[in-house]
C-alpha cells in the first residue's frame, strides 16, 4: 500500500497517561500535515511540516501536544497528560512538494482514533 | 483567518436525482478548494477539486462550480446512487498549506 499510513489505528487510554502517534506519508511527499476531526464535525487542522521543519501550529494545539518529523519522512505526534477532551481521530494527510501534484492535493491517511477514559 | 460555511447539513435524495452541496468561505486569498467524501469510519477521499483561477470543473457525474466573487462554491452530483452516500465536506486552503474544512453534508440517496 503506497498511501498514507498511520498508527496505531485505535487507542484507548486512561485520563492522565501520554499517548504518541505514527504518520507515514506517501514515499517523496514533503508536505505533512495533522488534523483532528470530533464527531460530526469537519477535520480541524493542528500542525503542518515542510520537510523537517514545523511551519505552522494552530491554536488548538496546547502545550500538551507536540509533533515531530525528525528526518522529514515519518512524523510522531504526542499527547501528554491526556483529558477526555482529547478523545477524537486523529487524521495525517502528506501533500507532494511544490510545484505539486496538479493542485497539491492532501492525501489522508486512515487515521487513530483515540478514546480517553 | 478563513472560516468555511457549508449547507445543508443532511440532504436525502431519491436515487436518479441530483444533490448540491454549497460552501461559502472568507478569505478572498484563498485559492483551492477541494471536495472530500467520508464514507463512515473510513478516511477523507477526494473527489474533486478547483483552483481559484478555473471557474467549473466536472468529472463524469460530479462537477464544482466557483464564484470567485461571492466566493462560494458548489459541489453538483447528478444520477446520484446509494454508494453516494457518505459525509461530504468542503475545504479552502491559502497557498501550499493548510486546509480548512466545512461542518460536512450529511447525503443519503435512497434506492
Known amino acids: 500500500d503506497t498511501g498514507v499510513s498511520q498508527n496505531p489505528r485505535h487507542k484507548i487510554t486512561k485520563r492522565g497517561q501520554n499517548v504518541t502517534f505514527r504518520c507515514d506519508p506517501i514515499?517523496?511527499?514533503?508536505?505533512l500535515y495533522w488534523y483532528r476531526q470530533t464527531l460530526g464535525q469537519g477535520p480541524e487542522f493542528l500542525t503542518y511540516?515542510?520537510?523537517?521543519?514545523?511551519?505552522?501550529k494552530s491554536r488548538l494545539l496546547s502545550d500538551r501536544f507536540s509533533a515531530e518529523r525528525p528526518k522529514g519522512s515519518f512524523s510522531t505526534l504526542e499527547i501528554q497528560r491526556t483529558e477526555q477532551g482529547d478523545s477524537a481521530m486523529y487524521l495525517c494527510?502528506?501533500?507532494?512538494?511544490?510545484?505539486?501534484?496538479?493542485?497539491?492535493?492532501?492525501?489522508f491517511g486512515p487515521g487513530t482514533r483515540l478514546t480517553v477514559l | 483567518g478563513e472560516n468555511v460555511e457549508q449547507h445543508p447539513s443532511t440532504l436525502s435524495v431519491q436515487e436518479g436525482d441530483s444533490a448540491v452541496i454549497k460552501c461559502t468561505y472568507s478569505?478572498?486569498?484563498?485559492?483551492?478548494f477541494p471536495w472530500y467524501k467520508q464514507e463512515l469510519g473510513k478516511r477523507p477521499q477526494l473527489i474533486i477539486d478547483?483552483?481559484?483561477?478555473?471557474g467549473e470543473k466536472k468529472d463524469q457525474r460530479i462537477a464544482v462550480t466557483l464564484n470567485k466573487t461571492a466566493k462560494h462554491f458548489s459541489l453538483h452530483i447528478t444520477e446520484t446512487q446509494p454508494e453516494d452516500s457518505a459525509v461530504y465536506f468542503c475545504?479552502?486552503?491559502?497557498?501550499?498549506?493548510?486546509?480548512?474544512f466545512g461542518t460536512g453534508t450529511r447525503l443519503l440517496v435512497s434506492p
Open positions: 514515499s517523496e511527499h514533503n508536505r
Open positions: 478547483i483552483r481559484s483561477n478555473v
Open positions: 478569505d478572498s486569498a484563498s485559492n483551492y
Open positions: 494527510a502528506s501533500s507532494p512538494p511544490l510545484p505539486g501534484g496538479p493542485l497539491g492535493e492532501q492525501f
Open positions: 475545504a479552502a486552503r491559502t497557498g501550499f498549506q493548510k486546509l480548512v
Open positions: 511540516f515542510q520537510n523537517e521543519a514545523q511551519l505552522e
